[in-house]
């Protein structure tokens, strides 16, 4: 089994930055990392992933150049840089985990209970 806790999140002005963290516990070789995001009333959308060695990332347009997602596989965490965020950007960010490569936005099997991400006008 594995556990996956974020932290990092609050409220931040918007054009400001904000470093999403996640730990993962138990089973701990997961090969994909990735965050997701989610407002009310919409479905969770794919945000960034990251492989096992970190040479390989992927970015939602809507974050692409904004973002910067990394990994410490010895501390067994990723993180999530936000920078310039917009009023686009609120919602809850889940970290999310598997233990095999593939698509990077689909088909993750563990999945963090998600810190909120409130940005302020």
């Known amino acids: 089994q594995v556990q996956l806790e974020e932290s990092g999140g609050g409220l931040v002005q918007a054009g400001g930055s904000l470093r999403l963290s996640c730990a993962a516990s138990g089973r701990t070789f997961m090969i994909t990392m990735g965050w997701f995001r989610q407002t009310p009333g919409k479905e969770r959308e794919f945000v960034a992933a990251?492989?096992?060695?970190?040479?390989?990332?992927d970015y939602a347009d809507s974050v692409k150049g904004r973002f910067t997602i990394s990994r410490d596989n010895a501390k067994n965490t990723i993180s999530l840089q936000m920078n310039s965020l917009n009023p686009e950007d609120p919602a809850v960010y889940y970290c999310?985990?598997?233990?095999?490569?593939?698509?990077?936005?689909?088909?993750?099997?563990?999945w963090g209970q998600g810190t909120q991400v409130p940005v302020s006008s």
């Open positions: 999310a985990a598997r233990p095999r490569a593939g698509p990077r936005r689909v088909d993750y099997d563990y």
């Open positions: 990251i492989s096992w060695s970190g040479a390989s990332v």
